[in-house]
């Protein structure tokens, strides 16, 4: 399942074994694996943002601005991000929560024009704008508790698969 096309490559159960311990610390330790997740990654933003910073000044500055105004912008960002992982997860679930919000607000008019289809379009509508706004809510109001929510889930789900992965898997064969 999870090693598909690395059957020869790595012994079998040893895929499930790793996500089933990675969805363990996921489980177990959510706001210090989301840290190291986004530090890693804004590591690797740094890197790139000063590799292109570097390019720009080798090449001239003439006709780079934007290509040099979008790696200063990401270079702030990432070392902004390694510095302070937990203003990601603030203001990424903010957004999305006020998208949530958004959308189901938006869906609204889709309710008056469906109400003389019948009772179904009626719910299917009220549905569409309703779920967005009390999926949102929460998430625009405490992003800090979602972003742990969410770890927790993937660990979850990582933890399920990669035990699914364990016990399904098939043995080798010589």
Request: hydrophobic share 65%; charged share 10%.
């Amino acid at each position: 399942m999870m090693n598909q096309g690395f059957k020869k490559a790595l012994p079998a159960g040893l895929p499930g074994a790793g996500a089933a311990a990675a969805g363990l610390l996921l489980l177990l330790y959510p706001a210090a694996a989301g840290n190291i997740s986004i530090k890693a990654a804004s590591a690797l933003g740094l890197f790139y943002a000063l590799h292109r910073l570097l390019l720009c000044l080798k090449a001239g500055l003439s006709g780079y601005g934007r290509v040099l105004a979008l790696a200063c912008a990401g270079f702030v960002l990432s070392l902004l991000f390694f510095l302070r992982p937990i203003l990601f997860w603030a203001s990424a679930l903010v957004i999305v929560g006020a998208v949530l919000v958004l959308y189901g607000i938006l869906r609204i008019p889709m309710i008056g024009e469906t109400w003389a289809l019948g009772l179904r379009f009626r719910l299917t509508a009220l549905a569409w704008a309703a779920v967005p706004v009390l999926a949102g809510l929460p998430v625009l109001c405490h992003p800090l508790a979602a972003a742990l929510l969410l770890l927790r889930l993937a660990g979850a789900l990582l933890l399920i698969l990669g035990l699914a992965e364990l016990l399904l898997s098939e043995p080798e064969q010589p």
